[in-house]
Every structure is written in C-alpha cells, then in structure tokens.
C-alpha cells in the first residue's frame, strides 16, 4: 500500500501511511474472516442438505440441525478468535504471553469441565444415533417420562403421573429404554381360572380383537393382528394366557385400556372366570 503511494507521486507522511497500511491489513483481515464464514456456511448447509434429503423423519432432521448449529458456533468462534489474535498482532501486541496464559488457563478450566465434556460427547452420540426424539416416552436412570428436551448436556423428561420435570446430564446415562421408537407394543396377561378351556380363552380374546378393529378411532393405531402366545404360566390360583397387539408409538395405552374393557365384556358373555384372591374364614367355635 506505501509502494502504491510512492509510484503515484503522492506527498504522504510516514506515520500516516502506517495508518493508512494498518487499515489495509485490518480490511484484509475482516474480508478473509467474512469470506471464511460464507465459504464454510456454504459448505456445512450442503452436507446437511445431503444428509438429510433421504430422512423422512422431521425429529430426525431436527436432530441433525441442532448438532450442526452446535458444531458451527464452534468452529465459527474459533475463526472469530484467529481474526482477533491477527488483529493483535497488527498493533503491536505480542499475543504469546497470552496463549499462555490461555494455555494454563485452559488446563484448569479442563480439570473443572471434564464432566461438561463428558455431557457434550454423550449428548453428540445420542443425535447422531438417533437414540431418543422430543416427544418420545422413556425410561432413564429409573425415570420415566416424555423426552420434552434435547441439548448436549441435558435431557428434560416431563413424568406422565405427576408432572414433575426431571433434567438428566448425558454423561450419567448407561441406558435408555425407549418406549415409542418406530412402534410399540400393547402387552396382556389374562389370567383364567385352571377349569377354563385354554383353546376357547384364545378364540374369545380374538374375538375381542375383531370387536377392537371395529372402532375407527382406534383401527388406525393398530399395525397388525393380535399375537397370541397360548398358555404362559401356571400361577397359584389361575392359568396365565399372553398376548400383545402391535401399535403406533404412544398407541399401546389407549389399546390397551380400550381392550381390556372389550375383553372383560366378552369374559363376562362367556361366563370365563377370573380368578381372584379370596380370603375365607372358618368359625372353629360353631
């Protein structure tokens, strides 16, 4: 830029064409820095429109937009940070003394954050698997609720029973038993009485089922025929007879209510027993 200057016979004064060359290298700097972001905004948006072009899932898809906008305010601060140590350098201003002091400073934050850092990586793992969704039912750590929120540090569940809020740190899960991925199941064990005949229970209960694929509210969460398993243990007063009805995710409590009560009324037409405990008293005095 003083070159520029001199070859056009320009009177300039020295301290101003440091000026004037300061400004330049300040413009080039802010123009690289700009340049950067749009290059790599580019570059990111096109990856995740690749990646997600082929996912039919919106929790999906939302999932990998909140881990890219996580990851680009990163690796955005970090180009925020290289443009502010080159402006240091262009007034003069040694920046090693504090890389330094970052550096030490760094380690103690580090032994402080490791937790957070355990959070972070979990919680990475578990986007990009897909593991859970907002609005799926859940059992974490001995909780249960519906997922309500998803960050990398923490998972918000909302109990179904009473309400409460629980905030679960990524880095403490082992496990997670999901509920509602995809489909669910409506699990059942009707109990009978011993002298009920096991074959005429199960041609009942499908008949029950018949009957439950009659209601248009509920033929659509339904995504197959009843399995019925038979005879499944023998307990102290009754047989066990299983059987599950497979459903839309969040569909097997309504299902579940809405056949048991099918079944009971079927039971009841069938003079099938249900037995139950009973506690009978003998007068040893009569």
């Known amino acids: 830029m003083h070159e520029f200057f001199e070859a056009g016979n320009m009177a300039i004064r020295p301290e101003h064409a440091r000026w004037i060359n300061t400004i330049w290298e300040v413009a080039k700097c802010t123009i690289i820095l700009v340049v950067s972001v749009k290059i790599y905004r580019w570059f990111a948006n096109r990856i995740f429109t690749q990646?997600?072009?082929?996912?039919?899932?919106?929790?999906?898809?939302?999932?990998?937009?909140t881990l890219k906008t996580i990851l680009s305010h990163a690796?955005?601060?970090?180009?925020?940070?290289v443009y502010i140590g080159n402006l240091l350098n262009l007034f003069?201003?040694?920046?090693?003394?504090?890389?330094?002091?970052?550096?030490?400073?760094?380690?103690?934050?580090?032994?402080?954050?490791?937790?957070?850092?355990?959070?972070?990586?979990?919680?990475i793992i578990i986007l990009l698997e897909g593991q859970i969704r907002v609005?799926?039912?859940?059992?974490?750590?001995?909780?249960?609720?519906?997922?309500?929120?998803?960050?990398?540090?923490?998972?918000?569940?909302?109990?179904?029973?009473?309400?409460?809020?629980?905030?679960?740190?990524?880095?403490?899960?082992?496990?997670?038993?999901?509920?509602?991925?995809?489909?669910?199941y409506a699990c059942f064990e009707f109990d009978v009485a011993y002298k009920e005949n096991v074959d005429h229970v199960a041609a009942v209960i499908k008949r029950a089922f018949e009957k439950l694929k009659q209601y248009s509210n509920l033929a659509?969460?339904?995504?197959g025929e009843i399995e019925i398993f038979g005879l499944d243990e023998?307990?102290?007063?009754?047989?066990?007879?299983?059987?599950?009805?497979?459903?839309?995710?969040?569909?097997q409590w309504i299902i579940k209510r809405a056949f048991n009560k099918i079944v009971k009324e079927e039971f009841d037409k069938e003079n099938i027993e249900i037995p139950f405990n009973q506690l009978v008293v003998t007068n040893t005095n009569a």
């Open 51 to 65: 990646l997600t072009s082929k996912i039919h899932s919106n929790d999906r898809v939302s999932q990998f937009l």
């Open 75 to 81: 690796i955005e601060t970090v180009f925020f940070i």
């Open 92 to 123: 003069g201003v040694d920046v090693r003394p504090l890389l330094a002091t970052a550096g030490v400073l760094g380690v103690a934050i580090g032994f402080g954050a490791k937790r957070f850092v355990e959070d972070v990586i979990t919680g």
């Open 135 to 184: 609005g799926d039912y859940v059992e974490i750590q001995g909780m249960e609720g519906t997922v309500e929120k998803i960050t990398l540090p923490l998972i918000t569940l909302r109990s179904a029973t009473n309400g409460s809020v629980y905030y679960i740190r990524c880095g403490y899960i082992n496990s997670i038993n999901n509920q509602t991925m995809n489909y669910s």
């Open 220 to 223: 659509h969460i339904l995504l």
């Open 234 to 251: 023998f307990r102290a007063s009754s047989v066990c007879v299983k059987c599950r009805i497979k459903t839309q995710p969040k569909g």
